[in-house]
């Protein structure tokens, strides 16, 4: 059975539709980015994570946010080449979304009503929020701004 949520969909980083389904994966790793975050330096565990699993069947899909603070205020290019040029990012990187409030992305919609945070709560957070999804949509788990991106190798491997 195919889940819908493969079909929703994105724009990339330079502007070319896709949806998750282009991306033949066993697990992805859902992240709403920013440049300018104390969170910003897991760009580098991700990449690393990224860099490990992708042989095996991990994508890890970046969607930079100015939701929080304004902390992605830059253009999408200078995003790209900002991730790039700092942290050695290879991994796909999206165009910029909202995650909150009535114009978030259908996919961030979709995946908070699958993964609900602490105490039932739909919103996110802050940047840096993870979303694992594996099993071909049926586990998405919902991993805070705080986890390190180094610390779900285990779970990941579970998946793949």
Same mark, same amino acid.
């Given at each position: ?11 990339? &980083? ?6 998750l ?13 920013? $440049?300018?975050?104390?969170? *910003? ?9 990224? !860099? *490990?699993?992708?042989? !095996?069947g /991990? ?17 999408? $290019? ?11 990012? $290879? ?7 909202? =995650? ?17 945070? /602490?105490?039932? $709560?739909?919103? &996110? ?8 999804v594996?099993?071909?949509? !049926?586990? =998405? ?5 705080? *986890? ?6 285990? =779970? &990941?491997?579970?998946? /793949?």
């Open positions: 059975m195919h889940d819908a949520l493969f079909d929703l969909p994105c724009t990339t &980083i330079d502007g070319q539709l896709r949806t389904a282009d991306y033949p994966a066993k697990v992805l790793l859902i992240v709403n980015t920013a $440049s300018q975050c104390g969170f *910003t330096p897991q760009y580098k565990g991700l990449e690393q994570l990224w !860099r *490990t699993y992708r042989d !095996r /991990l994508v890890v899909l970046g969607f930079p946010c100015d939701q929080f603070g304004g902390q992605e205020p830059d253009s999408e $290019s200078e995003i790209a080449a900002f991730c790039e040029r700092r942290f050695g990012v $290879s991994f796909p990187l999206f165009a910029k979304v909202e =995650v909150n409030g009535g114009e978030a992305h259908p996919l961030f919609v979709e995946l908070k009503k699958r993964a609900p945070g /602490l105490l039932g $709560s739909k919103a &996110i957070k802050w940047n840096f929020t993870k979303f694992l594996a099993d071909g949509g !049926r586990t =998405v788990r919902r991993y805070s701004s705080r *986890t390190p991106p180094e610390t779900l190798g285990a =779970v &990941i491997e579970q998946y /793949l």
